[in-house]
Structures are given as structure tokens and as C-alpha cells.
């Protein structure tokens, strides 16, 4: 497994989706985000443009470890993009109607954690390239909402778990890729 961390717009993409042209002709594309106004529309239509043809897609966020035990081909490489909005779709989920103030962030954090467990679990398993594309949110201050706040606490509780658990990592800055592991 290889994971991929940056900033908004770093080339975390440009570089996945490199890495996994080189292992394999053959992809499977987990996609994570979900439709939430027009222009997250816009958003995911043109990344489904912009991928090849030839590529396999898979999208939703939800039990990822199964998606990727049962979907994968042999011979195909995996990109899983993108664990931070992964992450925000479980939450809210989880959340329900609650108002942000009101979330209990630990318990929400148990579910979370426990996708990550599965896909974890189902990525040491596997024996084709696993690429993980995420956000990396600890670089900034510290939000001013509770709800950033937490979000960002499990983000980063995530990632960490996602490296240590990776063969390599990878940060991007400004279009350059930093082998960090």
C-alpha cells in the first residue's frame, strides 16, 4: 500500500494516477465523493472524464475493505481517491441531522475508525499495488469551529494510521513529490 498525502491542489492526483500506469494497465478507480450540489456535480463529472477509458470505477465510501477483497481483477492496480472525503462522508452519515455542535465526535470517530480498520485489513491481504490518495490538514492553525477541529483531529488520526501501516508515502508539494517513508 502507498499512500499519497498533500495539500488542496499539491499533485497528489497527477501522481496516483502515475504510479498506477506504471504498475498496471489495468485500474480500478475507488471514487469517494458523493454529489452534494451542482457544482460537486461538475467536480466529479470531469474527473470521470479525465480518467481513462480503459479504467475500471468504483464509487462510494462505505465498507471499502469489501470493494476491494471482492472488485478487484488480478493483475489490477487500485487507486482509492480520496481518504479525506471518505472520511467527511462517514461522518455526516454517521451524524445524521445532528447539528455540528451537538456531534458526539467520539463515538463518530469509532465507526470511522473501524472503516479504516476494514480497509486496512483488506489492503494488507491484497497482493496488487494499493495506491491511498488523502489530505493533509495538520500543516495549518487551528480552526475556529468545533466541527473543523474534530474533523481534523480525525483526519489526522487516520493518516497517521495509513502511513505506519504503508510501504511508502509520498508528500506533495506544489506539483513536487517528497518521498517521506
Given at each position: 500500500m502507498i499512500l499519497i498525502t498533500g495539500g488542496v491542489r499539491s499533485g497528489k492526483s497527477v501522481l496516483a494516477e502515475r504510479l498506477v500506469a506504471q504498475a498496471s494497465e489495468q485500474v480500478l478507480y475507488i471514487a469517494t465523493a458523493v454529489v452534494t450540489d451542482s457544482e460537486m456535480a461538475e467536480r466529479i463529472q470531469l474527473?470521470?472524464?479525465?480518467?481513462?477509458?480503459?479504467?475500471?470505477?468504483?464509487?462510494?465510501?462505505?465498507?471499502?475493505?469489501?470493494?476491494?477483497?471482492?472488485?478487484t481483477r488480478p493483475g489490477e492496480a487500485i487507486i482509492l481517491e480520496c481518504i479525506t472525503t471518505l472520511i467527511t462522508n462517514l461522518l455526516?452519515?454517521?451524524?445524521?441531522?445532528?447539528?455540528?455542535?451537538?456531534?458526539?465526535?467520539?463515538?463518530?470517530e469509532v465507526g470511522i475508525q473501524q472503516q479504516i480498520s476494514d480497509l486496512l485489513a483488506a489492503?494488507?491481504?491484497?497482493?496488487?499495488?494499493?495506491y491511498l490518495v488523502t489530505n493533509e490538514l495538520g500543516m495549518g492553525i487551528v480552526p475556529e469551529n468545533?466541527?473543523?477541529?474534530?474533523?481534523?483531529?480525525?483526519?489526522?488520526?487516520v493518516n497517521q494510521r495509513l502511513a505506519a501501516a504503508a510501504s511508502e508515502v509520498f508528500l506533495m508539494v506544489s506539483g513536487i513529490e517528497v518521498k517521506i517513508k
Open positions: 474527473h470521470r472524464e479525465n480518467r481513462p477509458a480503459h479504467w475500471r470505477t468504483w464509487e462510494g465510501y462505505r465498507d471499502l475493505g469489501a470493494v476491494i477483497t471482492t472488485q455526516f452519515e454517521q451524524a445524521g441531522e445532528t447539528p455540528p455542535e451537538q456531534m458526539d465526535f467520539a463515538v463518530l489492503c494488507a491481504r491484497m497482493t496488487s499495488p494499493i468545533r466541527l473543523a477541529r474534530h474533523f481534523r483531529d480525525i483526519a489526522g488520526r
